[in-house]
DNA sequence: CCGGCTTGCCGGAACGTTCCGGCAAGGCTT
DNA sequence: AAGCCTTGCCGGAACGTTCCGGCAAGCCGG
């Protein structure tokens, strides 16, 4: 295997002085005049180790640039120090699980731990078990074949959004009320005037599609104001939208408002509604499911619910961590909150 | 440490039966009937085994779900099996960025490799170099902090596009030809009869907008057809492409063609053009310099360059293994291709 | 001044793998 | 038939950590 050893001369170049060895816990030890256990203990603040051994200790290992060897401390702790992230193939609302993924890779640094990425092929190349202490499973759709592996690999999952095919071993959830926000939404657009408003929304393949649609049914029963809905795509585009839209508007020249669940598509319709000589915000209002770049971005502004996916890849790492440590148990589900931000697409103002 | 044995029990509960104890190599020697060592020479095909032991140990092995525990591997053989992934923080190409992460994590996984998703934010909480063999930073900014910090952690290193920072170490790079693709789109848009065009691009704080600039130069000083140039933020909106828009066709109506820099900022110039009584593809060129959904789904469609961002990820990838394996230098420099995707919003057709 | 307790430190044994040296057994050449 | 090489397998030593048991030394009450 000449490739090994070419790839070890390779790092070796590579780390800093050329003389340098990896420095161990055995060369601080030495130098600081101590055992290695006890230089393990005053670095981890583990053991019982005097204030001053321990400053002294600290000070050697700082002064030699020691750097603790992860594989080891994995081994030896059985943990791996690190989580996966999966997110959905069909990755739209793009900058929403950028942001999410930003998300928990700042709260994981906080716990130390690392955050790798899951193919969303599925096919894990090696036993997921040894390679992550636990979870993050975005948004799992029904038809994503890699979901079901991940979920029983072995390892604490956390799910966001509820998995809605079987899942068979108890996960914890953090999950949205996408029945309240969208609720909220609608509520918004009739207090604005709307009697006949419409939805776009994926087919129910994931838990937040599905609640939109019978969020909109129950909310049409509920006002008797039945809610037109027209089925897009998951990683609907502006066009996709827009199109969709032309052929709402179509069917039913009355309705008066359009709420767009997929991220980035929103513009889409208010396009098609300029097209069709509406006025976005005062004969047609307009909402998105999820906020984002897009939603702020266009003209007019378009009233979104903003799910703040920064700090929802925070609560969802917390949730893991939190279940692995014990603190909490493995089913535990955790809502995260959002809000509506109401602009010049539902209030007419420019 | 009451939390560490609560984390590990948590971790026993879900590992499929209830008695399971994770199979070592050693358990599957003893099963069946010869020494740890060959079974690791059996599963790794290393050494010198004789096929029917081989297939044997294999089959014990298999039967008895043996999984080889990443982290002692990684301890003895002294490599991470994963590499890191920085993403600019204020990651705007959002849609790029990712489909960038998942070619490349779609590529670390052909060679048996994880990527872990560093902090944007920098501030590593252990040791860069223990935790990963080689990194990617793509579309490094010099005024991202973080960078420097990557490019000396002491694994080998390859960026996406160059970095124009001091670079303390030699490293691999996968660069576009920046100049090319914004010569092509300059030059289309004078085939299609544009005199006055215009570029709004970032400041040139990563290698992708100071090419820009200067090509814009260049293409202009060549042309005898100065380009006017409006600077907008590396994260541009929509909102702040139709600004930016407005401001230049204020200052000067004659202008025929603008060339958006930012993904996804593009359909806010289409705006402006309409806001002020231009049509896009007709007598105002639009086009953007990043392809992704906003380009294709916005309509018009807008000319774009297509990078084809996941092949990008995969070719990242697949510098830093060869460099990991010694079968290139380190200072390797290699070419990512693009296309010229035109679409109505230069074509005129509708 | 002695038994017990606490404090501070240390050795050594894991953790599960890879890999090197060695050693029989058997086949080949001479 | 004696030497040698190859094949197939094995034992053991790392890799760098954590953590448990243990052991001196100091401090206390009695």
Redesign the pocket.
Known sequence: ?PE?SGAIRCQRIHCGPVNAR?V???DV?QAA?????????A??G?????????DHVREVAARLG????S???R????RTGAIGLHLPQTATRLDYYMKLAFGAVARAQEEGLDVVLLAPAGGTHGPLASRVDGMLVIDPETGDAAVPALLDAGVPVVTGERYLGPAPDPVGAVVCDNAASLTALLDHVHDRGARRPALLAPADTSAWAAALHTTAENWGRDHALPVARHTVSFAATAREAEEATAALLAADPDIDAVVCAPDGAAPGVLRAATALGRTPGRDLLVASCVDGAATRGSSPAITAVDFRPADYGRVCVELLCDILAGRTGPETVRRHGWTLETRASTLGTD
């Not at 005049?33 to 203990?41: A, L, Q, R, Y």
């Not at 020691?66 to 060897?69: E, I, K, L």
């Not at 081994?75 to 059985?78: D, I, K, N």
């Open positions: 295997m090994r990896t161990t816990l055995l030890a005049g101590v055992s290695k256990s006890t230089v393990s203990d670095l981890q583990s053991g019982r180790v005097a204030p001053a051994t321990r020691y750097r603790p060897n594989a080891a401390r081994l030896r702790s059985a």
